[in-house]
């Protein structure tokens, strides 16, 4: 039998504010609106993977 890892959740979290995760990559609205604007200083681009009319993937 072959022992599978355990996939690495969240950092637990602690009472702390100052110890709390910072998730800002994304800025969800709550004004209503369905529009989520992403911070691209924050994206890792790697390699291209698709190319068209629109531009690059």
């Known amino acids: 039998k072959q022992a599978w890892s355990k996939p690495q959740g ?3 979290l602690t009472e702390q504010a100052d110890e709390l995760p910072v998730f800002d990559h994304v800025k969800i609205p709550n004004d209503g609106t369905d ?3 992403i911070d691209l200083r924050l994206l890792k681009f790697e ?3 698709a190319s068209g009319s629109y531009g690059d993937l």
Request: cysteine-free.
């Open 47 to 49: 390699k291209k993977i």
């Open 10 to 12: 969240l950092p637990i």
């Open 35 to 37: 529009v989520w604007e």
